[in-house]
């Protein structure tokens, strides 16, 4: 698996495909592995990427740069260096946040975000200091705990056990991303977003509840909404056709409007 040396920190990626480029993030603590529903699909006529960022999967484990703003860099830096054009970034969970932090930042690098039950900000049922106390006392009892929430009633116990494992591997540094999310809150520099947004998320999402997406999509000029019928947070390993084709759907929307920005619409 290739790697690159970005911002004193190893990152692992994919890179298979070619046409319009698609950079895929992946949630709090898992690796780009959790897209693996999507790659055979999507490779077929998309230059995909996914990356495993700083803290997770096989990349390094820093003490540092465990931020939104140092994970952001990162995603600048690599684009750079793989020379993807204008990709549009497909991001799942926390990394639903750093895509919409790209765009918000970086816009002229990107050609438009999917943000897939993201926090697009935290909600007050939440309280971030209590997980983030949790995972300090009993890292694996906490993560056992939390993540079966994460997925509808019915998903198979082998695909959450996996998805358990791929967290309790990572680093604990990347707690810092949990201890920070309460203060997270983009709905202010929404209204300025200049490349196109699109929230896809699961119906039965309970980690987020859907009032988030709409609310953003809301204060966002051409965002939009979309809902994966019984699926929870996780709805690309979940059901990963019913959100291939919904994936598929936004980004026929999205490919005329790359180049203007502005001209993305959606219902």
């Known amino acids: ?9 190893t990152l692992h990626y994919e890179d298979e495909g070619n046409g319009p480029a698609l950079l895929f993030l992946h949630g709090w603590g898992t690796s780009g592995r959790t897209w693996y529903a999507q790659l055979p699909d999507f490779i077929r006529d998309h230059r995909v990427v996914t990356v ?7 990349s390094d484990r820093p003490a540092r740069g465990n931020t939104t703003a140092g994970v952001v860099s990162d995603l ?12 549009v970034v497909i ?5 639903g946040v750093f895509a919409t932090e790209l765009a918000l930042r970086r816009p002229e690098l990107i050609g438009g975000v ?3 039950g993201a926090p697009g900000y935290w909600p007050s049922t939440e309280t971030q200091a209590e997980l983030v106390a949790g995972l300090r006392r009993d890292r694996a009892g906490t993560v056992a705990g939390w993540v079966p929430g994460w997925y509808a009633p019915g998903t198979a116990p082998a695909l959450i056990d996996w998805t358990v494992r791929q967290i309790l591997d990572s680093g604990v540094y990347i707690d810092e991303h949990q201890a920070g999310a309460e203060s997270y809150d983009p ?6 977003l200049q490349v196109p947004i699109h929230y896809l998320h699961g119906e039965l999402d309970t980690a987020i509840p859907l009032e988030v997406p ?3 999509a809301a204060l966002t000029p051409g965002a939009g909404v979309s809902v994966i019928a019984g ?3 996780m709805p690309h390993q979940e059901l990963p056709d019913r959100f291939n084709a919904a994936l598929r759907t936004v980004l026929a929307r999205m490919a005329p409007a790359a180049p203007g920005r502005r001209n993305y619409s959606a219902t």
């Open 214 to 216: 709409r609310t953003c």
């Open 187 to 192: 709905r202010p520099a929404l209204p300025g």
């Open 76 to 87: 600048v830096a690599l684009i750079g260096a793989l020379r993807l054009d204008r990709p």
């Open 1 to 9: 698996m290739p790697s690159l040396d970005i911002n004193d920190t």
């Open 231 to 233: 699926a929870g947070h």
């Open 114 to 116: 999917v943000s897939v």
């Open 91 to 95: 991001g799942s969970s926390i990394g």
């Open 52 to 58: 495993d960022w700083r803290g997770c999967g096989r």
